[in-house]
């Protein structure tokens, strides 16, 4: 069943010490797990050159860039221009290169500063002292020119400074913003342990919620998911409020562009609407309901959104189904027996009303499970200092037999409940000590192999424990899971949890947060499903392989566009290319192209029938040097048709094929389907006619049950079986694939 949440992807590894002699780059940060939200944010709004780490980006772009960012951001937090970058060794040479700018022209001794430092694995290890330094070279600054020094300011400061010292690189930003970009300036009052306006905005975006989707949320506080979905969907920008007092942030700067940023206002402003869609809002506590109202009409959508004071089993939707959103109260507000038991009493509101709804409910960990439904997906999150996540379901209706919701565990006896849970909770405990022990072994011995080959992605474990069918392979600081469906006697929440368990366990056990894993479920099929779209976010990175760059997409697809047990066989293509024309069939993301390339082949030509994989080809390509189009030709084409049509045509022949095609598979580019059982030897017959003498075709396929007639090729081919020599050191399956060498024959 295709999901309906978009996926999300892992928090990425932190950004690091920068080179001190590259310029710094504009940066924004946000909470964790927000970042690919942000990302897509800062691309829609000019951001080129999108460098991704945890809870920051890294960014080029204009001006209006800059200033559209602080505006029209939702999940940003801070909007950072950077004013220098330098090469630093102690806090002396960090006041003498702070000191260095020209402070005259950025502060003013009316004026007033706030200085924030961050400091990683540095000659300065208190934060407090670093911006202290920094402050103090400042002030001196200004006081040299002016003969007196500016005021320090926490809130309201005329320049917020922000320092990042890490190592012996210090870089300094400006804030563009000069305050928190969670201050929409609608909030009126305040409730107890209120939502976050950032984390709001980020939970509707991983959610899916589009404007004209109903909303509800029936234990709202103060209206924070009600008031931001409102605001989006009556086209309102999140700064709108903070910039009509002109006097936060880029407006105070000595190099403010004031035509630009009116410019950008008044298109904001032309950009407000009537908001599409029904939100409806619920509380039980009167005094949350009035500010919640308040802070709607501050924000100019009181009129689009229905408030009522009811407790959350009183709540009845009506009309089209839509997104139920709600962030119940927990942690201090309420003691974990009681907040254990409000979480269930809502997943039996959501059965019994909602039927047909989707939902999102933040929890914090410990309660997560309370709620008895069954979720897509868990959202690793954030609430402020609680680890949250944000369960999404598709609520069905309630069962009216006997028996309980379907997705619950089914009922049964006290002694029964204990005795079970007494014997499965051992039972997993010894499969992840075992499994941790396995991948602890792996990892000991593949880590220093890989660092010696040179490569950053490699098969870490391949069901080697038979009770734990997973696949794990590690990219970099990442790692991509699947699972094998097969039968089991584990209900469906039981079969969840131990899989979270195992995931957590492996992350754990790698060093890496369990946000960084990847899982997905390989089922049986005979469709081409290994390409099929699972995602839409398109968040990319690169690995190394030996001296070669590939992209990778560790979410969008079941596959991540490089095949590792493959690896072998690029070599062998990369040292057989030199001088020699290549042709890579089925061409997927290019990678045979790349090693042909890098081999020295005269020219590479790539056919594929998916323009998204040919551009993948592209960017490879791109970004190992290849970049002339007329030598490395991508064609978007059926390969038996372009190998009919080029025979017909009489075209110069190819030296050096790769034919690597999937099991199956259907498409209405195609004139017929496509089955490697079928079809495999006909093709090959066919490459040989667009071969030259002496010339050299790989072929290999993954189909378990494929049988090789040798008598149907040995004519026009000598023939030889090269499986055993093609399978990676890394891979402890040796039937991963067959693969074949033929040598055209005079």
């Known amino acids: 069943m295709e999901s309906l949440f978009p996926e999300v992807p892992p928090a990425p590894r932190p950004l690091l010490s920068g080179d001190p002699d590259m310029p710094p780059r504009l940066t924004a940060r946000t909470l964790d797990g927000l970042e690919w939200l942000l990302a897509r944010e800062l691309s829609g709004l000019g951001a080129t050159n999108l460098r991704i780490g945890r809870r920051t980006i890294e960014f080029t772009g204009t001006t209006e860039t800059l200033y559209r960012a602080v505006l029209e951001s939702r999940v940003a937090i801070r909007i950072l221009e950077p004013l220098g970058r330098f090469a630093v060794s102690s806090p002396e040479s960090l006041y003498r290169s702070i000191s260095s700018l020209d402070w005259a022209k950025h502060l003013r001794p009316t004026q007033t500063l706030r200085v924030d430092a961050r400091v990683h694995d540095s000659f300065i290890d208190h934060s407090l002292y670093a911006s202290q330094v920094v402050k103090d070279a400042v002030v001196d600054g200004v006081r040299a020119v002016h003969g007196r020094r500016p005021n320090v300011q926490l809130h309201g400061a005329s320049l917020r400074l922000s320092l990042h010292l890490s190592g012996e690189t210090a870089t300094l930003f400006r804030d563009a913003a000069g305050q928190s970009l969670h201050q929409r300036g609608w909030r009126k009052g305040k409730v107890e342990a209120p939502l976050s306006e950032v984390l709001a905005a980020g939970i509707l975006g991983i959610s899916g919620w589009q404007p004209g989707e109903p909303l509800l949320d029936p234990l709202c506080g103060s209206g924070t998911f009600i008031i931001e979905a409102a605001t989006q969907a009556s086209g309102l920008a999140p700064g709108l409020l903070r910039a ?66 009811n407790h959350f089993e009183a709540v009845s939707p009506e009309g089209d189904p839509g997104l139920v959103l709600t962030n119940p109260p927990y942690g201090e507000r309420l003691a974990l027996p009681r907040a254990g038991a409000v979480f269930r009493r809502i997943g039996d509101w959501l059965k019994n009303s909602c039927p047909g709804w989707r939902a999102g409910v933040l929890a914090p960990v410990e309660l997560a499970k309370s709620i008895g439904l069954k979720p897509h997906r868990r959202v690793v999150l954030s609430n402020g200092p609680i680890e949250c996540r944000l369960i999404e379901l598709a609520v069905h209706r309630a069962k009216v037999s006997g028996t309980s919701f379907g ?340």
């Open 244 to 309: 009509r007092t002109r006097k936060q942030g880029f407006f105070r700067f000595h190099d403010f562009d004031r035509n630009l940023a009116e410019t950008i206002l008044l298109d904001l402003e032309n950009k407000a609407r009537a908001p599409s869609g029904t939100f409806h809002a619920s509380d039980l506590d009167p005094a949350a309901i009035q500010i919640a109202k308040q802070s709607a009409a501050l924000a100019g959508v009181a009129g689009s959104i229905s408030f009522s004071c």
């Open 407 to 746: 997705n619950q565990l089914p009922a049964e006896s006290d002694a029964e409940r204990c005795s079970s849970t007494k014997q499965v909770s051992r039972s997993v405990s010894d499969q992840i000590g075992d499994f941790r022990r396995r991948l602890a072994k792996r990892s000991r011995h593949l880590g220093r192999w890989a660092r010696k080959q040179g490569i950053e992605a490699y098969r870490l474990y391949d069901r080697d424990i038979p009770e734990i069918p997973l696949v794990i392979d590690r990219y970099g600081d990442w790692l991509h899971a699947a699972e094998y469906e097969r039968p089991h006697e584990r209900t469906a929440i039981e079969h969840d949890v131990w899989l979270d368990r195992l995931i957590e366990a492996a992350a754990d056990q790698l060093g890496l947060a369990p946000d960084c894993v990847f899982l997905k479920v390989r089922r049986r099929q005979r469709t081409g499903g290994q390409y099929e779209k699972v995602d839409d976010r398109s968040v990319t990175f690169s690995v190394n392989e030996h001296d070669l760059k590939f992209d990778v997409n560790l979410s969008d697809y079941l596959d991540t566009g490089l095949f590792l047990d493959h690896r072998q066989t690029r070599a062998m293509v990369r040292g057989d290319a030199a001088g020699r024309s290549f042709l890579n069939l089925f061409g997927y993301t290019g990678s045979f192209s790349v090693a042909a390339a890098a081999g020295g082949a005269e020219g590479t030509t790539t056919v594929d029938l998916s323009n998204t994989y040919l551009e993948w080809a592209r960017r490879n390509l791109t970004a190992n040097g290849f970049l002339d189009r007329r030598q490395h030709v991508l064609l978007r084409d059926d390969a038996r048709e372009f190998l009919k049509h080029r025979g017909r045509r009489g075209e110069r022949p190819f030296d050096l094929v790769v034919v690597d095609p999937p099991t199956f598979s259907r498409s209405t580019k195609q004139q017929q389907d496509w089955d490697i059982q079928r079809d495999y030897a006909t093709l090959l017959q066919a490459v040989a006619g667009n071969l030259s003498t002496g010339g050299i075709v790989y072929f290999s396929t993954n189909y378990r049950r494929f049988k090789f007639n040798e008598e149907l090729l040995s004519s026009i081919y000598d023939i030889y079986e090269i499986s055993r020599k093609t399978v990676p050191e890394d891979f402890r399956n040796a039937r991963i694939h067959r693969s074949w060498k033929f040598v055209k024959k005079v």
